[in-house]
């Protein structure tokens, strides 16, 4: 069998999300769209940018608030020299795994495996080395976690008598979490929708449900910098030197 090539894979970039902790900001453009980096473009450009320098050629936005600011300014992809196709949420197909399921019964997703990235998560994965992890382990899903979590909170260190012998200011703990990387066989959206419906969650439900039936779940570890830009706050926060090479790609002419 031929090894799985990135233009063999869709990428899927979930930017569907109302956006609430972002408001008021998102009360009038939609949270993939808001600007950042030296350059000022959009977080979803970033994303994508950098999927082509990886060689991903097929991109499936899973849209739904404020659907058509992203549709006006991405278009058809050939800006980047990618195809970009778009999967509207509905009603009745909601939650991250919802959409992404709604993308597949519309035949989007294709038979090879689905990279899948949340649309506010910034990181500088290798995308190769996760597609030949997928492969080479022969995963239903490979997970992109990363080694660290950052708190976001001062943490102090006791001793028996109550003192504090140490404090560190939101210090890099040695966690594996989640990040909303991943690579997926589309026909698993299939099997799960005869038990988890059409409203489900890929972490909180896919994931956990895959590795209860017996499914193989891998992990390729994200060894990077990341961050959730889920919220105002840690947008605001953001340390753009720690991305500099992810928010200075310049793919295309």
């Known amino acids: 069998m031929a090894s799985i090539t990135p233009t063999d894979v869709v990428a899927c970039i979930l ?3 109302e956006g609430g902790r972002f408001r008021p900001f998102t009360d009038i453009i939609p949270k993939p769209m808001m600007h950042l980096g030296p350059e000022e473009r959009p977080l ?6 950098w999927l082509v320098k990886y060689g991903i050629r097929d991109i499936v936005l899973l849209v739904g608030y404020r659907w058509r600011q992203i549709a006006n300014y991405f278009n058809d992809g050939g800006r980047w020299g990618v195809r970009i196709r778009y999967s509207r949420d509905t009603e009745e197909y909601s939650g991250t795994g919802g959409a992404l399921l ?13 990279l899948v990235w949340y649309g506010d998560i910034l990181a500088p994965p290798d995308v190769h080395a ?8 022969g995963a239903h899903a490979t997970i992109a976690p990363a080694r660290t979590y950052r708190v976001p909170v001062g943490v102090a260190e006791t001793d028996g008598e109550g003192s504090i012998v140490s404090l560190r200011e939101k210090p890099d703990l040695p966690l594996n979490v989640t990040i909303g990387i991943l690579t997926l066989n589309p ?18 439900d896919l994931i956990p449900w895959m590795i209860q ?6 992990a390729y570890t994200h060894t990077g910098p990341w961050y959730d830009v889920g919220s ?8 753009e030197e720690e991305l500099k090479e992810f928010l200075t790609l310049n793919p295309e002419a």
């Open 44 to 49: 979803l450009e970033y994303i994508v940018r």
């Open 232 to 239: 105002l706050e840690r947008y605001q926060k953001l340390r």
């Open 213 to 218: 039936e017996g499914f193989k779940v891998k």
């Open 102 to 114: 709604n993308a597949y019964k519309q035949g989007l997703l294709g038979s090879d495996p689905t």
């Open 187 to 204: 026909n698993m959206l299939g099997e799960a929708e005869e038990s988890l419906g059409r409203r489900f969650d890929i972490m909180g």
């Open 130 to 137: 996760l597609l030949k992890t997928h492969e080479a382990t």
């Open 15 to 17: 930017a569907g999300g």
